[in-house]
């Protein structure tokens, strides 16, 4: 999954039809989450490594951006 600080310019959702299957999956740019502070979209980077990448990317799209507060959070008090 892209987590750089460069990818504010690709999309995060669009037509799926125009994508390869990984990337409509897996890639969630920067800029499109930021309500989320950087301390947090790390903590979402690591937990990537743990749950995987589409897992976290399928959260970024269907939670709201509380519950997205929410699990980063949890899962930095629980490293």
Avoid at 57 to 66: G, K, V
Wanted: proline content about 6%; aromatic content about 6%; hydrophobic content about 35%.
């Amino acid at each position: 999954m892209e987590y750089e600080q460069g990818a504010e310019s690709q999309p995060m959702d669009g037509n799926p039809s125009m994508r390869g299957p990984s990337e409509s999956t897996t890639h969630i740019a920067r800029a499109d989450c930021s309500h989320l502070s950087g301390p947090e979209w790390e903590a979402l980077q690591r937990l990537a490594t743990v749950i995987g990448e589409a897992a976290v990317a399928t959260m970024l799209r269907t939670f709201s951006p509380t519950e997205q507060h929410g699990v980063a959070l949890g899962f930095i008090v629980k490293e």
